[in-house]
C-alpha cells in the first residue's frame, strides 16, 4: 500500500508560481519506481502533466515544457512539482499518483487557481 498527500496549491495571479508538494509512503519499491503529477480541469479528463521515473528522467505535457519541473527527495519520499509563469489554463486539481506495477496510488488532490 502506497499512501500520498499533496499540498501547496492555492490560488495566484498569472505569472506567478507555486510549488506543490507530494509525501509519499509505503512502498518504496512503488513509490521509486515512478511518481508523476496529472491534473483536473472542470469537464477535461485527468492528463499527466510531469512524470518522474527510477532514474530520475522526466517528461512533460507539451503544455508546461519549460515551465513547469518535477523532481523528488529519495531521503523524504516526496515529490515536487515547480511551477512557474502560470496560467488560467493551468488551473486545476492537481494530483500525485504512484505508479506500481499492479496498482496506480492516488493522493486526495490539492486545487491549483490562476486568475488573469
Known amino acids: 500500500q502506497v499512501q500520498l498527500v499533496e499540498s501547496g496549491g492555492g490560488l495566484v495571479q498569472a505569472g506567478e508560481s507555486l510549488r506543490l508538494s507530494c509525501a509519499a509512503s509505503g512502498d518504496i519499491f512503488v513509490i521509486n519506481n515512478a511518481m508523476g503529477w496529472y491534473r483536473q480541469a472542470p469537464g477535461k479528463q485527468r492528463e499527466l502533466v510531469a512524470g518522474i521515473v527510477r532514474g530520475g528522467s522526466t517528461h512533460y505535457a507539451d503544455s508546461v515544457k519549460g515551465r513547469f519541473t518535477i523532481s523528488r527527495d529519495n531521503a523524504k519520499s516526496t515529490v515536487y512539482l515547480q511551477m512557474n509563469s502560470l496560467t488560467p489554463e493551468d488551473t486545476a486539481v492537481y494530483y500525485c499518483?504512484?505508479?506500481?506495477?499492479?496498482?496506480?496510488?492516488w493522493g486526495q488532490g490539492t486545487q491549483v487557481t490562476v486568475s488573469s
Open positions: 499518483n504512484a505508479h506500481g506495477k499492479l496498482y496506480d496510488y
